[in-house]
């Protein structure tokens, strides 16, 4: 299996300017001077990406409180963007990456093992970046079920 470049706490953030499900483009660099959960996720309307975008749903207001926007990236296009958003009523940015470019520079695409095979895809991957622009969180492989119960421990939330 070859390895992933991974991002690391301290490292610049790669840039990004992706479609949200309404189609108007959202950057990282809108959240300056802020601090925020950008997740990957591998699909829409799947059930642990469901699962895990419904507890960042649940948990917005308090992760808002605590300074932290949360944003959403899969490969998914817009429009089911905006089916996941519905349905679920998120009330955060779903951006699409459907050419992996953004996952690849963040480490979130790649081989990754899934039923004891080797697989080329999204790694489930959450990153926590710091009102400067750096990587103050990098956690890769996150679980969708208890993932933001736990990050929210581990800053304190």
Known sequence: MTETTRLAPGDQAPAFSLP????????????????V????????????????????????????????????ISPDPTTKLAKFRDAERLTFPLLSDPDRKVLSAWGAYGEKQMYGKTVQGVIRSTFVVDDKGRIAVAQYNVKATGHVAKLRRDLSV
């Open 20 to 35: 949200d499900a309404d189609g108007k483009t959202v950057s990282l660099a809108d959240y300056r001077g802020r601090r």
């Open 37 to 72: 959960v950008v997740y990957f996720y591998p699909a829409a309307l799947t059930p642990g990406c469901t699962k895990q975008a419904c507890d960042f749903r649940d948990n917005l207001h308090d992760l808002n409180d605590a300074g932290l926007d949360v944003v959403g």
